[in-house]
């Protein structure tokens, strides 16, 4: 499992996907949804939405809900 870089908090499968897509691919330390959020200086609800988004566009990155 692993943590958050900035809060140490759980990290999902989303969180690492969303700091991937929007941070850097090759990213091997990941912040949680919050922390990207406080870091782009946006509502955590934008961070969703993007997330939404992304899955929407079948982004392999994220673990598509339904298959
Ligand atoms: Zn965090």
């Known amino acids: 499992m692993s943590c958050c870089?900035?809060?140490?908090?759980a990290l999902t499968s989303?969180?690492?996907a969303i700091h991937r897509k929007l941070i850097s691919r090759e990213a091997t330390v990941y912040m949680c949804?919050?922390?990207?959020?406080h870091y782009f200086s946006?509502?955590?609800s934008k961070v969703d939405?993007?997330?939404a988004?992304?899955?929407r566009q079948g982004c392999l990155l994220f673990e598509?809900?339904?298959?």
């Open 42 to 44: 946006v509502d955590i």
């Open 49 to 51: 939405e993007k997330i």
């Open 14 to 16: 989303d969180d690492i």
């Open 64 to 67: 598509q809900d339904s298959p």
């Open 5 to 9: 870089m900035q809060c140490g908090c």
């Open 53 to 55: 988004q992304f899955k």
């Open 33 to 37: 949804k919050d922390c990207l959020a």
